[in-house]
């Protein structure tokens, strides 16, 4: 264990803080409690190396032992005092150990031991999240919490792979990621996009991650709708409200569909991939390419790759002529000329000449596409003049003269 986790050191509070600490180690749930909740109210007037002497009794009190106790109890018909104040207790521990991750008050060496003894804890609540006993405490709120822990061990080397090991954390994640889209919170959604995106980015593909996922939103089809609702949603405004924390949002959120739906490796679910399509991911990643490519902000243009690169991966998908028109009817000629712009071309120039040399000649033979091409032509007559590289306009002119002349 780690010295900082030790109750040794708890002759170095000062006093009286020290009476109250060894009290709560010796004492009841109420004792607990009472200083768990003291200890919140101290916080904000104390410096980070007076918040590390606080962690071992936080670490004593959530006691491996009580594991063995505290499921039978509250799965009774009637939950004993007893049990709910330690269980009120419990999850004030783990929001003042949350509280002292984000003031940068836990040893770097203590993370893995201390994730260790937090993590069955979350599992017991997250089974137990409508017990009577902790009703004060809205679900979304619980989760809020257990999502913030998780991604603050999961940044910390020494913890991620304990983390990683450790059975069921997606699926916490992903009854998390369900209440954060019922709602609205976007801050929330923010996180879990980037904890995703750390999850599949570092780790790679993982089957038994993703089912968790999968099993925790119900199925693959309500996934899918977990993953692209707040998209839309946010595509309504985000024309007028871009903001950076929307685009890292957005660009992690997809980060993660690239790393499990095949986008950035071989490994992936096909399932979860013809879920999306018919979903109308297509129309999505027009979309928020198209957002990002004419934003003035430079995070969105230095996010722009990838995800362009995602939706042309998307669209080659078979039938190619069906994703195309509906991809065109989302925006993808305004979005052709931005991609070849002097701004964005390094960005996107593989994927746009997939697109220009491939995908459209190919398709373009389809009724359904032709009609979608001059449709969007006749808007766009001299789009080809933002084309800076001649390459990149030869092959537009090259692919449009026949085009335009069926």
């Given at each position: ?166 059975s069921g954390v997606c699926a916490v994640v992903g009854r998390a990621w369900n ?109 928020v390419s198209r957002v990002f490519a004419e934003s003035r902000l430079s995070i ?22 069906k994703w195309l028109a509906q991809s065109i009817r989302a925006g993808l000629f ?73």
């Amino acid at each position: 264990m780690h010295p900082s986790l030790e109750l040794s050191i708890l002759d170095r509070i000062p006093m009286p803080f020290r009476i109250r600490a060894k009290g709560a180690v010796a004492g009841s749930a109420e004792d607990r409690l009472a200083f768990v909740v003291f200890s919140c109210q101290k916080m904000p007037d104390m410096s980070p190396e007076h918040l590390t002497f606080i962690l071992p009794v936080l670490f004593a009190i959530l006691e491996p032992d009580f594991l063995k106790i505290v499921p039978n109890e509250l799965d009774s018909a009637v939950v004993p005092f007893d049990t709910g104040v330690r269980v009120t207790g419990i999850l004030v521990t783990l929001r003042a150990i949350s509280e002292i991750l984000g003031r940068k008050g836990v040893p770097s060496g203590a993370y893995s031991d201390l994730w260790t003894r937090i993590w069955p804890w979350i599992e017991l609540l997250d089974d137990h999240e409508t017990i009577q006993t902790i009703d004060f405490l809205p679900a979304e709120r619980g989760y809020r919490l257990y999502t913030s822990l998780i991604y603050s061990f999961l940044r910390n080397d020494e913890a991620t792979e304990a983390v990683y090991t450790s059975s069921g954390v997606c699926a916490v994640v992903g009854r998390a990621w369900n209440y954060a889209v019922i709602t609205r919170d976007d801050t929330e959604l923010a996180k879990i996009h980037q904890l995703l995106e750390c999850w599949f980015t570092r780790r790679g593909w993982s089957r038994n991650s993703f089912e968790e996922l999968v099993i925790a939103a119900g199925g693959r089809r309500d996934l899918g709708a977990i993953v692209l609702a707040p998209v839309l949603r946010l595509l309504h405004t985000l024309g007028v409200k871009m903001t950076d924390d929307a685009i890292c949002s957005l660009s992690a959120l997809f980060n993660f569909v690239r790393h499990t739906t095949g986008v950035a490796g071989a490994q992936c679910d096909s399932a979860f991939r013809e879920t999306l399509l018919s979903l109308g991911v297509v129309e999505a990643l027009t979309s928020v390419s198209r957002v990002f490519a004419e934003s003035r902000l430079s995070i969105a243009w230095d996010k722009l790759g990838p995800v362009f690169r995602t939706l042309v991966d998307y669209v080659s998908s078979f039938p190619c002529h069906k994703w195309l028109a509906q991809s065109i009817r989302a925006g993808l000629f305004s979005l052709i000329f931005f991609c070849g712009s002097r701004r964005h071309i390094e960005a996107t120039r593989p994927s746009l000449m997939k697109l220009l040399q491939v995908l459209l000649p190919a398709s373009s033979v389809y009724r359904s596409v032709l009609t979608e091409l001059r449709n969007a032509d006749t808007t766009h007559e001299h789009g080809s003049e933002l084309f800076p590289e001649p390459d990149v306009f030869a092959l537009f002119r090259q692919f449009m003269a026949p085009s335009r002349a069926r």
